[in-house]
T-cell receptor, first 110, second 115 residues
Framework: GQQVMQIPQYQHVQEGEDFTTYCNSS?????IQWYKQRPGGHPVFLIQ?????EVKKQKRLTFQFGEAKKNSSLHITATQTTDVGTYFC??????????FGTGTSLTVIP | DGGITQSPKYLFRKEGQNVTLSCEQN?????MYWYRQDPGQGLRLIYY???????QKGDIAEGYSVSREKKESFPLTVTSAQKNPTAFYLC??????????????FGDGTRLSIL
């Protein structure tokens, strides 16, 4: 079935540093979604990317969808302690299910 | 406020026992999902339902069962056949399944442990 590989698995940054997580697929994706899960919480939808080469911004977060629609990235500029959590990408398969990446756990050191 | 309610928040299962996790949504969403999350892991799909009275197996359906008798409700039963049930279970819903791929809204989850 469809799988998305997400890297890195863990990332520790000093507050104020930038952070990036990447999702890669071996097949072309129709779209990709990004979610954030705070420690002890549930995933919360952040954004969906649909178009080739699409770039969307939410304040300090920048989301990109690759030209070939096989990869995506989430970049956080100048991290804050409120950014702590696990970031997941999710992509649909042919059966209309969503496959979630393994997630990147972000720790921000004050 | 609209949302998804999962209960209970914590659940303990004895050996050989079936337990049922509740998931109710008042978002008028057609599609509902059950995921399992193990520590430090991503979400794995157990079952999903695109419409009332219909559901499909996900990647790890063995040892689990579901029903979708009402649009608002999608309970998950963890049967005694599931030998390693300790995990965090998340229920989600979306306006519809299919190519439109609507965002999924998640409940707060149920943590299930074996006694």
């Amino acid at each position: 079935g469809q799988q998305v590989m997400q890297i890195p698995q863990y990332q520790h940054v000093q507050e104020g540093e930038d952070f990036t997580t990447y999702c890669n697929s071996s097949t072309t994706l129709s779209n990709i979604q990004w979610y954030k899960q705070r420690p002890g919480g549930h995933p919360v939808f952040l954004i969906q990317l649909v178009k080739s080469g699409e770039v969307k911004k939410q304040k300090r977060l920048t989301f990109q969808f690759g030209e070939a629609k096989k990869n995506s990235s989430l970049h956080i500029t100048a991290t804050q302690t409120t950014d702590v959590g696990t970031y997941f990408c999710a992509a649909p398969n042919t059966g209309n299910q969503f496959y979630f990446g393994t997630g990147t756990s972000l720790t921000v050191i004050p | 406020d609209g949302g998804i309610t999962q209960s209970p928040k914590y659940l303990f299962r004895k050996e050989g026992q079936n337990v049922t996790l509740s998931c109710e949504q008042n978002l008028n969403h057609d599609a509902m999902y059950w995921y399992r999350q193990d520590p430090g892991q991503g979400l794995r799909l157990i079952y999903y339902s695109q419409i009332v009275n219909d559901f499909q197996k996900g990647d790890i359906a063995e040892g689990y069962s579901v029903s979708r008798e009402k649009k608002e409700s999608f309970p998950l039963t963890v049967t005694s056949a599931q030998k390693n049930p300790t995990a965090f279970y998340l229920c989600a819903s979306s306006k519809q399944a299919g190519p439109a791929n609507q965002p999924q809204h998640f409940g707060d989850g149920t943590r299930l442990s074996i006694l």
